[in-house]
């Protein structure tokens, strides 16, 4: 079986109002490419990745007269996906939700979200994720109220004949310090979200000990916009995100993996591998960053799990075939990560 989790940069800007495609010659919302190009390319990507499941980070706006799961199933229809039913959970206000494309042929999924709904004052013990947490951020002895600008997507999954699991799809991300007057600004902008950024880390990494901890077996898969080395701010705050959250300090049957992550992790300098590709305009040249994970737990972990990032230069397979590779450059700044795992029992 083949999981995935895809980043498709702004993939709303690609639906009308319906849910129907607006495959025309006007420009999306990524740089230089019309909106045919990108919905065709991101067709041949997931037609080449055919993932049983995929989470799909920047889905569709889901509001009033909007419709996440309307315009993704309209685009698995079109597509022939057999990943061709969508599930979504807590919507939110930013136009980039979090949502699950499955095939109901082989699994059945639902949102199952846990924790107790909080009022405005919050809770310290891992709410729900459309709630409010309570937490210390900076050691002043008063608790600060963090809230998901994206929540969580928990998901309930039931393979048809195999197994029972959990799948936390997420998506953290720390804001640009817009509207700085200045340097001094821009650094107490870009501390205060990264230290928010952090909060949620440790409310989500609450919801995993909390589950591992009850013995079920469980994946959290996203773009965490976050990793070691990845900012200048990393050794201000001692770990990132994906440390937290995969738990590295704790017990093993307490531990989420990723090969990727672990590797950058022992990784001060030389190669890594990565998820994502941005072109920075002042310097005028690419840069790469491992932002896209699927984090297993230490029973998954156990039946032999391969990973793949569907990079179109790092990897063989997606190298040799051009047609491929200029679809993951023209479909998203961020390329698919997958995981084949047997579930089946």
């Given at each position: 079986m083949?999981?995935a ?5 702004w993939?709303?800007?690609l ?7 607006l ?6 919302a ?12 991101v067709g041949?990507v997931l037609?080449a990745i ?8 920047e889905a ?7 419709s996440?799961?309307r315009a ?7 597509m ?15 136009q ?5 494309l499955?095939?109901?042929?082989v699994m059945?999924?639902?949102?199952d979200p ?9 809770s310290a ?5 459309d ?5 210390d951020?900076d050691i002043d ?5 963090v809230r ?7 998901v309930?999954?039931?393979?048809h ?12 991300k720390?804001?640009a310090p817009h509207?700085?007057?200045?340097a001094?600004?821009a650094m107490?902008?870009a501390?205060?979200?990264r230290?928010k950024?952090?909060?949620q880390?440790?409310?989500l990494r ?6 591992l901890?009850g013995?079920?077996?469980m994946?959290v ?13 990393e ?10 959250i995969m738990?590295?300090?704790e017990p ?16 001060r300098?030389?190669?890594?591998h990565?998820?994502a590709?941005?072109y ?7 840069m790469q960053a491992?932002?896209?994970?699927i ?7 156990a039946r032999g ?7 179109p ?7 040799g075939?051009?047609e ?13 990560v ?8």
């Amino acid at each position: 079986m083949r999981l995935a989790t895809y980043n498709v940069e702004w993939f709303n800007a690609l639906f009308d109002d319906g849910g129907g495609l607006l495959g025309d010659n006007e420009w999306s919302a990524r740089h230089g490419v019309t909106r045919a190009e990108q919905i065709a390319a991101v067709g041949i990507v997931l037609t080449a990745i055919d993932a049983d499941a995929v989470m799909i980070i920047e889905a569709p706006d889901d509001s009033r007269g909007r419709s996440c799961v309307r315009a993704l199933e309209s685009f698995a229809r079109q597509m022939g996906l057999r990943a061709r039913k969508a599930l979504l959970g807590f919507a939110n206000d930013t136009q980039q939700e979090i949502a699950l494309l499955y095939d109901p042929d082989v699994m059945s999924a639902a949102h199952d979200p846990l924790g107790e709904p909080t009022g405005k004052h919050g809770s310290a013990d891992a709410p729900r994720f459309d709630g409010v947490f309570r937490i210390d951020l900076d050691i002043d002895a008063t608790e600060d109220l963090v809230r998901f600008s994206k929540p969580p997507l928990e998901v309930a999954l039931q393979v048809h004949g195999g197994m029972a699991l959990r799948l936390i799809g997420v998506h953290l991300k720390s804001k640009a310090p817009h509207g700085a007057v200045d340097a001094a600004d821009a650094m107490r902008i870009a501390i205060a979200s990264r230290r928010k950024q952090l909060a949620q880390a440790v409310w989500l990494r609450k919801r995993v000990r909390a589950q591992l901890k009850g013995g079920g077996p469980m994946i959290v898969l996203g773009d965490l916009n976050d990793g070691p080395g990845l900012d200048e701010y990393e050794d201000l705050f001692g770990r990132s995100s994906v440390e937290i959250i995969m738990g590295r300090s704790e017990p093993k049957d307490l531990q989420l993996f990723d090969p990727n992550a672990r590797a950058a992790l022992g990784t001060r300098i030389g190669g890594l591998h990565t998820t994502a590709r941005f072109y920075l305009s002042h310097r005028k040249r690419y840069m790469q960053a491992l932002l896209d994970y699927i984090m297993v737990s230490h029973d998954l972990r156990a039946r032999g799990p391969a990973w793949r990032i569907w990079h179109p230069f790092d990897d063989p397979g997606c190298w040799g075939n051009p047609e491929l590779s200029a679809a993951l450059l023209t479909a998203s700044d961020h390329f698919p990560v997958t995981l084949d795992i047997d579930l089946t029992s």
